[in-house]
């Protein structure tokens, strides 16, 4: 065997073993979902015994029938889709203009300020709930989905996203823009807002799936069953006092995934570039 030819069956050997690991790691991450695929069509007696059974037996449609009996469930996911548009066209618009700022503009304590922001994000989610149920409770919000989209509508972590994606962006576009007589709002909506596409994609993904599976703020806020978002609502639906109907929730969470799979699918290329690009300036 000549040195090439070794050297070509090394290389082949390594790319055996890298799709192996990560097809290993893929069915561990899709083990999941493949489980609850096949047990929303199961009995619930079958999906929970031991030890598991993978083919459905009998195959029963039972659990989506109940489902899509249910008068609300049309309700909760318009509110659900309401609260996610909310928050990502927040965020979006918000966290775009402050990420610029701190990228772009000169004013004081723009560093002290922006470490201020940072520093949230090593508060815990429940340390600030009693105080902001006080808040909208004094104004009048308890119960809106309004009112709850409104304590989502910026967040810290996507404006540091924007800010590190618009400190990677050449200073030369900018200078050449502020001879040209370009202020710095015609500049942001110009230029650096076009130039954006990657990290807003990233931004309207990750704020989409953390708004769209919300449970813990919806429940916490919202009381009136027409108000529920649907991972509160299936909850509400079938759970009882001493037991809970798993297998209908689980039909209901792989309906609920259909809009996050297909936003993942459509904006996969501007949240990978997105997350390559933010990563490589700080």
């Known amino acids: 065997m000549t040195p090439r030819e070794r050297e070509r069956l090394i290389r082949r050997i390594w790319i055996v073993i890298t799709y192996a690991v990560l097809i290993t790691f893929a069915l561990v991450y899709l083990m999941p979902f493949i489980r609850s695929l096949v047990a929303s069509f199961?009995?619930?007696?079958?999906?929970?015994?031991?030890?598991?059974?993978?083919?459905?037996?009998?195959?029963t449609l039972e659990n989506y029938q109940k489902l899509f009996r249910l008068d609300l469930f049309p309700r909760w996911i318009r509110n659900t889709a309401l609260y996610a548009g909310l928050i990502v066209a927040g965020n979006v618009l918000f966290t775009s203009m402050a990420g610029y700022a701190f990228a772009r503009l000169k004013f004081p304590g723009k560093d002290v300020i922006f470490s201020a922001l940072l520093s949230l994000l090593m508060i815990p989610m429940f340390v600030t709930l009693v105080p902001n149920y006080i808040i909208m409770y004094k104004l009048g919000l308890i119960d809106n989905i309004f009112g709850l989209a409104l304590l989502g509508i910026v967040n810290v972590s996507s404006i540091f996203l924007m800010r590190q994606y618009f400190t990677s962006l050449s200073n030369e576009i900018f200078e050449a823009a502020r001879l040209d007589g370009c202020g710095p709002i015609k500049a942001f909506f110009y230029i650096a807002l076009p130039l954006a596409k990657p990290a807003l994609g990233a931004v309207a993904v990750y704020q989409f799936l953390g708004s769209w599976n919300a449970f813990i703020g919806p429940l916490i806020f919202l009381r009136s069953p027409e108000n529920f978002t649907l991972p509160v609502g299936l909850s509400f639906a079938f759970q009882r006092s001493m037991w809970t109907e798993y297998t209908p929730i689980i039909a209901g969470s792989l309906v609920a995934s259909a809009p996050t799979i297909l936003l993942f699918l459509v904006l996969n290329r501007y949240l990978i570039r997105g997350i390559v690009i933010t990563g490589g300036k700080g």
């Open 42 to 59: 199961m009995t619930w007696a079958q999906a929970s015994a031991y030890p598991p059974e993978w083919i459905p037996n009998p195959f």
